[in-house]
């Protein structure tokens, strides 16, 4: 089984600002992928961003980008110019390839100050 | 737009009783799952189905049950509804069987609430 650990469960920035969620995860396999979801407040969870182990490069999604350590068994989350519609509450996850279950961390509730 | 819709955002059950949670998707998709979500415990998968009438246990089955007659519907069963099942619960689906890493969608939950 696959753990995932979010260590900050609430954090703020203002807007303007960046803000760095960070989650660690652990795993035996060597292939798997990681996602960054977003739930804002009463609201359905969407995906914000995904990134496979394999690739190197660091994913990005216009304002949102990950930080991709693989040996470190690290995936933060980088919110440029935070945006009130921002605030939400933030889960990482991870899947095995080929697998169908995902783990979630604990989410990160992230408010965003005018 | 993948669209995944709950049958009640709100329900309120008494204790003992049995309870049906449906989803139902409209994207075809291979993969469903139900979620519950308590707070500091972030998701935890209950089932999930990768095709009609199949069924596999998540981490957390106790208590539960599950059906999938039709691909666009899986329905969660809390055959004798407790208070320690008062909770959020989340439904996802996914696409491709083939690709079990594909992006789930979710609904917008029902928050189940056992008196």
């Known amino acids: 089984a696959q753990t995932v650990t979010q260590s900050q469960p609430e954090m703020s920035v203002q807007e303007a600002e960046t803000v760095t969620l960070s989650c660690t995860y652990d795993t035996s396999e060597s292939d798997y992928y990681l996602f960054w979801y977003k739930q804002p407040p009463s609201r359905q969870m969407i995906l914000v961003i995904r990134?496979?182990?394999?690739?190197?490069q660091n994913a990005t999604e216009n304002r949102f980008s990950v930080n991709f350590q693989k040996a470190a068994k690290s995936f933060s989350l980088k919110i440029s110019d935070s945006q009130l519609g921002d605030a939400a509450m933030y889960f990482c996850?991870?899947?095995?390839?080929?697998?169908?279950?995902?783990?979630f961390g604990s989410g990160t509730k992230l408010n965003v100050k005018p | 737009d993948v669209k995944v819709t709950q049958s009640s955002r709100y329900l309120v059950k008494r204790t003992g009783e049995k309870v049906f949670l449906e989803c139902v998707q409209d994207?075809?998709?291979?993969?469903m799952f139900w979620y519950r979500q308590d707070p500091g415990l972030g998701l935890r998968l209950i089932y999930f189905s990768y095709d009609v009438k199949m069924k596999e246990k998540g981490d957390i089955p106790e208590g539960y049950s599950v059906s999938r007659e039709k691909k666009e519907r899986f329905s969660l069963i809390l055959e004798s509804a407790s208070t320690n099942q008062t909770s959020m619960y989340l439904c996802a689906s996914s696409l491709d069987p083939r690709e079990y890493t594909d992006t789930q969608y979710f609904g917008p939950g029902t928050r189940l609430t056992v008196l």
């Open positions: 996850a991870s899947t095995q390839y080929n697998f169908n279950k995902f783990y």
């Open positions: 994207m075809d998709h291979e993969n």
């Open positions: 990134q496979e182990a394999y690739k190197q």
